[in-house]
């Protein structure tokens, strides 16, 4: 396992249509493993694979809420939508922005496992809106494009210090 480099907005693989996976072995099992790695490191809550210059159909959300953990999919697929909601996003490879957008407060979602069998998640609330921001990513679409307001958090203090 081991912490990839997060390629950041403007670098074009960002935009790029990600490719389906076909092949469930040891080198998607390692690149679903130093995703993890990375998106803990950098104290994020989701990634995708195209995020860390991997043009394949895979993403990992771990909202820190009860209802899973770490969940991982490949060549997810949003099969059914239900109501709204607005609100801040962030994105490790979009450092510095925030914006305010808005997405379904529901998603049920299809995808397969590390090892190639069928999943289905139904996601609500916060859990919802981490797995279409990371959705989007292999879909070439970065928050910013959504967004109705971006807004330049980088002069905020990271979270711990404004704790101290």
């Known amino acids: 396992m081991a912490i990839r480099f997060i390629v950041k907005d403007p670098d074009p693989v960002l935009r790029e249509q990600a490719k389906t996976v076909t092949k469930f072995n040891s080198n998607l099992h390692k690149l679903l493993d130093d995703m993890a790695d990375t998106m803990y490191h950098a104290e994020g809550v989701g990634l995708a694979a195209p995020q860390i210059g991997i043009q394949k159909r895979v993403i990992i959300v771990d909202t820190g809420e009860e209802d899973g953990g770490l969940i991982e999919m490949v060549n997810p697929e949003i099969m059914e939508r239900e109501g709204e909601q607005m609100g801040p996003e962030g994105c490790l490879s979009i450092p510095g922005l925030n914006g305010d957008v808005k997405r379904?407060?529901?998603v049920k979602?299809?995808?397969?496992?590390?090892?190639?069998?069928p999943m289905t998640i139904d996601a609500k609330e916060f859990q919802?809106?981490?797995?279409?921001?990371?959705?989007?990513?292999?879909?070439g679409v970065l928050f910013t494009d959504l967004a109705?307001?971006?807004y330049d958090v980088s002069q905020v203090p990271p979270?711990?210090?404004?704790e101290a």
């Open 159 to 162: 979270k711990k210090e404004r």
């Open 148 to 150: 109705v307001k971006v």
């Open 128 to 139: 919802a809106r981490a797995f279409q921001h990371e959705v989007d990513h292999l879909n």
């Open 104 to 106: 379904s407060l529901r």
């Open 109 to 117: 979602l299809r995808g397969q496992d590390r090892h190639g069998n």
